[in-house]
């Protein structure tokens, strides 16, 4: 296991088509993030999962996003009818659920660019 | 919640030189807090991290400085490399569950 895996490195796509990425954690990590990255500045916290479930939601994360840990592994984050404003990198980080454990490790992320 | 912040979008040293990239938190509950150095196309790598019953810690060629007193901390490098040019962002946790990131420091490093 080399570390977080992520899929497509880069994806372009036109406004209002379908985008779906995906995120393989270090294998013994049980808690994934996702984060979104605009230019200049640093990461957004937009979800996470314990195992299976998606315990938290960013409020950045409108209906249009949703994400998925189906067997607790690999995640999918999925946005329908892209808006030119969702032009971002999706980071995606797994860590190792312990007390005041914030030790992520982040994968080189999904470069999502709308036209 | 917890802010972070950065107090300089960027900074230019010499190599050799020593580099110093700060930055200021709003949470004075904040415990723990992560240095995390990104190169360009890579996603944020790991630094160095220090806890709040800490004041100073030291890895190799690094050293993160907290004070609690005005709420800040700093990231010092040492005989900066090329190789350490890259956006430092620092980060401190929200909750139990995740962590929160400044807008980052772009640190460039000239011959």
């Known amino acids: 296991d080399t570390g977080v895996s992520q899929d497509p490195r880069h994806k372009i796509t036109k406004r209002g088509q379908n985008v779906t990425f995906r995120c393989d954690p270090i294998?013994?990590?049980?808690?994934l993030y996702w984060y979104r990255q605009t230019l200049g500045q640093g990461p957004e916290f937009l979800t996470y999962?314990?195992?299976?479930?998606?315990?938290?939601k960013s409020r950045l994360l409108s209906d249009r996003f949703s994400a998925e840990r189906p067997k607790g592994s690999f995640s999918t984050l999925e946005i329908q009818r892209t808006e030119q404003g969702d032009s971002a990198m999706y980071l995606c980080?797994?860590?190792?659920?312990?007390?005041?454990?914030?030790?992520?490790?982040f994968g080189s992320g999904t470069r999502l660019t709308v036209v | 919640g917890e802010s972070v912040g950065l107090h300089l979008p960027t900074l230019s040293v010499q190599e050799g030189d020593n580099s110093i990239i700060n930055c200021a938190y709003s949470?004075?509950?904040?415990?723990?807090f992560i240095w995390y150095k990104q190169e360009s196309g890579k996603g944020p790598q790991f630094i160095i991290d220090?806890?709040?019953?800490?004041d100073k810690r030291q890895g190799q060629r690094v050293t993160v400085l907290l004070n609690k007193t005005v709420k800040h901390l700093s990231l010092q490098i040492a005989a900066t490399q090329p190789g350490d040019s890259a956006v430092y962002f620092c980060?401190?946790?929200?909750?139990?569950?995740?962590?929160?990131f400044g807008t980052g420091t772009r640190l460039q490093v000239f011959p």
């Open positions: 980080a797994s860590s190792l659920e312990a007390v005041g454990n914030y030790g992520y490790t």
């Open positions: 294998s013994e990590h049980n808690r």
């Open positions: 999962f314990q195992n299976e479930a998606q315990l938290e």
């Open positions: 949470n004075s509950a904040s415990d723990y």
């Open positions: 220090i806890r709040s019953n800490m």
């Open positions: 980060a401190g946790p929200e909750g139990a569950d995740k962590l929160i």
